[in-house]
């Protein structure tokens, strides 16, 4: 029986940079999701009958949420849903199946690299047809829904067996339980090269890949240790928990500490890899050298050639504002776009389904192509390995030879987290009005040529975003960037991104810190961030 519901607003349930994200006890409280999956669905128009897709990264409230979105989508005419088993499904996985099995859209259940369990966090995300992340005028239509909801729509039903594959039936929908990894593996046979990659493993190469107790290890199982003949144990923390084993399943150099050390020790492995709570991001570090994000974009576009799926060559470039503008160099010597987007993966969505840019990157680890509308974590890994058996070569000698052709952009990304949000607006806001005076001005030894608040202007769509970040442009091609993070959860998380490009292959062996010395000095005081936070330091610098 569908039961209509009555309800109130909830406040603050609007969606930031990738869905809304929130303490699991704020979900628990009475009718919490239920008003934001109808609000959901309401702000959509023509899905009766049709498929929806719904998973999550198996932390907790995952499986409980699984069952209420099924009730929801039943009472509103979904014709069908697809559910990973077990509620299981990575956010590119999710991508995937949305594109192969043309459903209209599809629901992610994760708070992404934020730490997991009852006092953790949780997320609902919502996916387009295309794959990707709802674009803003969704998520705005979404939130604006939840402030006016005064009723929900749930079928009467007994909880659905969603670990058992196979149909079963739930009102007049069908719900199908599905492999979580099939069709994301059949996908990746098609863009990368099985055949050479298993070689490179029967060869003795080594690899580990700390799936950090979050949605990959089933994935990464199946293709590195199973399709690809990698021995056991190379995949680490393979099983998806609840509370992530009280880990933060974020692949930075922070929390995955493990696989950073292992990869700088005496028994270092060929590669160390890891991605983070849904899957979506990745961390590459050869022996003794971590790849930062911004350089892995810039090297997998440089190499994607080299696998099956991008034989033909790459349309373009795209990546975040904030990332390093190494790839742009990569873009230029290919004679091919490059496109700087605002922070968040749906900005991406339209160069790709116009063809305007196949790959793909951004600084906060996330890399990815048109093979799908997500970043995606074990797809990087995939390519990386691709080019390691290709070049036959170490990911430092790779890296070391690409820094030599291109140049080296040094990058440091320093956070100060949870600070006071006010504090960090105004922060924001003096330095937007100092904007116009800087250039010509001198900071420190450094002459700043051009100073601006990041605006995107689509040229697919020709829609504008903007106030995306200020931009401090120095003469000498560095560059300091400030931005109010999009996802956290407590306060707000001021992102401090530093650059600066060194040409001279002699000076291509510097410490980053000593690379960035004056740069990290002046992106203190140049914004005041001491008066304006009351912190002297960041708390998280990667
Ligand atoms: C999300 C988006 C990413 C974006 C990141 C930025 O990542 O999907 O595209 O780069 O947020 O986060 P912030 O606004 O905190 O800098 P994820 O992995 O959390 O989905």
Same mark, same amino acid.
């Given at each position: 029986?569908?039961?209509?519901? =009555? ?65 929801? =989508? ?22 995937? /199946? ?115 107790? =979050? ?115 990569? =873009? ?52 990386? /390995? ?48 100092? /904007? ?29 975003? /903007? ?76």
């Amino acid at each position: 029986m569908i039961r209509e519901i =009555a309800t109130r607003p909830i406040a603050g349930q609007r969606p930031g940079t990738s869905g809304l994200r929130k303490k699991v006890a704020e979900f628990q409280a009475p009718h919490y999701v239920e008003n934001f999956v109808q609000s959901i669905f309401d702000s959509l128009e023509g899905f009766a009958g049709q498929t929806l897709v719904l998973g999550g990264d198996g932390r907790y409230f995952n499986r409980e949420t699984v069952q209420t979105v099924l009730r929801i =989508a039943a009472a509103n005419g979904f014709g069908r849903v697809l559910v990973g088993q077990g509620g299981i499904l990575s956010t590119p996985a999710v991508s995937c /199946l949305i594109r192969k099995r043309h459903a209209f859209g599809g629901i992610i259940l994760s708070a992404s690299h934020n730490p997991g369990g009852p006092e953790g966090d949780f997320g609902i995300k919502y996916n387009v047809s295309n794959g990707g992340p709802a674009p803003e005028k969704v998520t705005e239509a979404i939130y604006a829904g939840t402030r006016r909801i005064a009723r929900y729509r749930i079928l009467d039903a007994p909880p659905v067996d969603i670990d058992r594959i196979g149909d079963v039936r739930l009102g007049n929908m069908a719900v199908e339980i599905v492999d979580p990894v099939a069709e994301y593996r059949a996908l990746m046979e098609t863009l990368v090269d099985f055949d050479r990659i298993r070689a490179l493993f029967r060869a003795g190469f080594r690899m580990r890949f700390d799936a950090m107790s =979050a949605v990959t290890g089933p994935y990464a199982k199946a293709i590195l240790e199973g399709a690809l003949g990698a021995p056991a144990g190379t995949v680490m923390h393979g099983e998806p928990l609840p509370d992530f084993g009280g880990h933060h399943p974020d692949p930075n150099l922070v929390h995955a500490r493990q696989i950073y050390d292992l990869a700088m020790g005496p028994d270092a492995p060929d590669l160390c890899a890891a991605s983070d709570g849904d899957g979506d991001r990745n961390l590459i570090v050869g022996r003794g050298l971590f790849v930062t994000p911004s350089d892995s974009l810039a090297v997998l576009a440089a190499n994607a050639h080299l696998a099956p799926g991008y034989a033909q060559g790459i349309a373009g470039i795209a990546r975040s504002m904030p990332t390093s503008r190494a790839a742009d160099r990569v =873009a230029a010597a290919k004679r091919i776009a490059i496109y700087e987007t605002p922070t968040g993966w749906k900005y991406f969505g339209n160069l790709l389904d116009a063809g305007l840019a196949t790959i793909c990157g951004e600084e906060s680890a996330g890399t990815g192509s048109n093979h799908l509308r997500e970043k995606d974590g074990v797809w990087a890994v995939l390519l990386w /390995l691709n080019v390691l058996a290709a070049r036959g070569a170490s990911v430092a000698e790779i890296v070391r030879r690409h820094w030599a052709e291109y140049g080296r952009n040094y990058y440091a990304r320093h956070d100060y987290e949870e600070v006071d949000a006010d504090g960090a607006n105004a922060l924001v806001a003096a330095l937007r009005e100092r /904007l116009p005076k800087l250039p010509g001005t001198r900071a420190g030894a450094l002459a700043i040529a051009e100073a601006d608040d990041f605006a995107y202007h689509d040229p697919v769509d020709g829609s504008d975003t /903007l106030h995306q970040g200020v931009r401090i442009h120095f003469a000498d091609h560095s560059r300091i960037v400030y931005r109010l993070s999009g996802t956290g959860t407590a306060g707000a998380t001021l992102r401090v991104y530093i650059e600066r490009f060194e040409a001279d292959p002699a000076r291509h062996g510097l410490e980053t810190g000593q690379a960035l010395g004056d740069l990290i000095a002046l992106s203190r005081s140049l914004a005041d961030i001491p008066r304006f936070t009351g912190r002297a330091e960041p708390s998280t610098v990667t």
